[in-house]
Nanobody, 116 residues
Framework: QVQLVESGGGLGQPGGSLRLSCAAS????????MGWYRQAPEKQRELVAT???????NYADSVKGRFTISRDNAKNTVSPQMNRLQPDDTAVYYC??????????WGQGTQVTVSS
């Protein structure tokens, strides 16, 4: 069983930066692809970025060049650094742990609001 706890959300200004963090526990996390997803009001949940245990990353086109995801396997944390924020980045952000053949694990979500 994997437990995920997000932190670091809040209010950001357009053009500014925020850093989220996800603390994971409960399993051998190096076996999991870790990622972040987001869901804006009245929209479906969408991928933000993922990172494998070896550091391979994948980003949504909407955040490429602005967001950077990193992972610390020793500390069991995964963090997206979000730069050049835009109002369209406003959403609830969810941490995810995924392993082939097993069910997905999700955090409770953290709100990010980008507004001046």
């Amino acid at each position: 069983q994997v437990q995920l706890v997000e932190s670091g959300g809040g209010l950001g200004q357009p053009g500014g930066s925020l850093r989220l963090s996800c603390a994971a526990s409960g399993s051998i996390l190096s076996l999991y692809i870790m990622g972040w997803y987001r869901q804006a009001p009245e929209k479906q949940r969408e991928l933000v970025a993922t990172i494998t245990s070896r550091g391979s990353t994948n980003y949504a086109d909407s955040v490429k060049g602005r967001f950077t995801i990193s992972r610390d396997n020793a500390k069991n944390t995964v963090s997206p650094q979000m730069n050049r924020l835009q109002p369209d980045d406003t959403a609830v952000y969810y941490c995810n742990a995924r392993r082939l053949g097993f069910r997905d694990h999700w955090g409770q979500g953290t709100q990010v609001t980008v507004s001046s």
